[in-house]
Structures are given as structure tokens and as C-alpha cells.
């Protein structure tokens, strides 16, 4: 947490340095409580749509997550694959799915204040193991930003 703050205090601007010195996160209960980056990244998504087997976001690429050049990190578009391609797969009450693999083709760039339209779909499940595929697209150009498949593992149920 301390490596984070002195991150963000090394680069915020005069200005935010009174923020950034405010910034207060207690430790998080894994799998229970949002982490830092976790909200760091997520802050902002949208949900519009929500069927068995697929999910629908729209999210505004925030200043905080960009480059000097103002392109959205690749860091952050593998965090939205990530979190994108478990949610779709989770089921309420039960531990998170535990990622294997993640594979992104990144294809083009997102810049500050774009608008991004996230779909995240259920390729397939075989017993614990789930296929997830999440594809990111710039809403006002159709152009296709990222495109990522995530595979996942359920913890099998405990027979006690």
C-alpha cells in the first residue's frame, strides 16, 4: 500500500499531492472487499446489460489510467479482462474463479475520454474449468481496442 501511495505522490501534480497524502485504504478481505487497484482501474464501469452467459459495460477512459501520450495502459485494459471475464462465469455465494490463463490482442488505441464498450461472454465450461472471451471497443469509431480469452477454475465444491 505504501509502494502505491509513493507512486502516485512521485507523479500526481502539486495540487494533488494534499489528495493523494488523503488517500486512506484499510486492508481488504480477499475475494470479499475490492482491493486498491481493483477500484483503481474499475471506478467509473458502467453495467448495462446482464444475461446468462454474457455481461455489458460502458466505461469512460478516466485520466488516471492513461499514458503521456493519453492512451489507455495496457495494464488497465488486461485488468478489465480479467475482472470482466470472471464475472461473467461467477456465481453469487460461491469463491471467485481462480484465472489460468489470460491471452489480449491489443489492436488499437483508446484515448482519454473515450468511450468504451465492454463485452464479456461465456465461450464454454467442462466440469471446473471456464472459457471466457471479452472484447473492447471504442463506441463512437467501432474499432475494436482489445480482445482477450480468459480461462478460469472453480474450486471443486468440499463433500463435508
Do not use: W
Amino acid at each position: 500500500m505504501e509502494k502505491a501511495k509513493e507512486f502516485l505522490e512521485k507523479f500526481a501534480t502539486i495540487e494533488g499531492l494534499d489528495l493523494v497524502s488523503r488517500l486512506n485504504f484499510p486492508p481488504h478481505k480477499p475475494h470479499i472487499d475490492s482491493s486498491f487497484y481493483e477500484y483503481f482501474v474499475l471506478r467509473g464501469i458502467r453495467v448495462d446489460r446482464v444475461q446468462p452467459g454474457s455481461i455489458a459495460c460502458s466505461f469512460k477512459v478516466p485520466h488516471r489510467l492513461t499514458n503521456k501520450d493519453g492512451n489507455l495502459v495496457p495494464g488497465a485494459i488486461a485488468t478489465l479482462v480479467d475482472e470482466l471475464g470472471a464475472a461473467v462465469i461467477h456465481v453469487e455465494g460461491q469463491p471467485m474463479d481462480v484465472s489460468i490463463d489470460m491471452s489480449i490482442n491489443y489492436l488499437s488505441n483508446a484515448k482519454m475520454g473515450d468511450e468504451l464498450e465492454i463485452t464479456s461472454r461465456v465461450l464454454g465450461r467442462k466440469g471446473n474449468y471456464s472459457g471466457t472471451n471479452v472484447l473492447i471497443r471504442n463506441k463512437a469509431n467501432g474499432e475494436v481496442v482489445a480482445e482477450g480469452r480468459h480461462s478460469l477454475f472453480s474450486k471443486p465444491a468440499s463433500k463435508m
